[in-house]
């Protein structure tokens, strides 16, 4: 998925502001479609992304949080799809 695609792009532009050794990077995406009252549909993006070599969950959430902010992708979408982030399998509030 070119979001995730784009996120993973975001990820190492943060990074190397934080000086972060971010290493390998892995992210698993989901779509998903929810029906609507109006009898649409909406879409809703999962984005969980694994930082093997950040130990700690507060940094790793907030190098996600930073990268959601720039990525292009979450800017043009931002307000119109559900987007759910985790890192290293801890949910990243925004």
Request: with cysteine; glycine share 6%.
């Amino acid at each position: 998925m070119r979001f995730a695609a784009c996120c993973e792009g975001a990820l190492a532009v943060v990074g190397r502001r934080a000086k972060e050794d971010r290493g390998d990077v892995a992210i698993d995406s989901k779509v998903m479609l929810f029906p609507t009252e109006e009898r649409g549909f909406r879409l809703g993006v999962e984005l969980d992304v694994t930082l093997p070599s950040i130990d700690d969950a507060a940094k790793a959430a907030e190098l996600v949080r930073a990268a959601h902010r720039v990525c292009p992708y979450s800017n043009a979408t931002r307000n119109n799809i559900d987007v759910t982030l985790t890192a290293n399998g801890e949910s990243v509030q925004e």
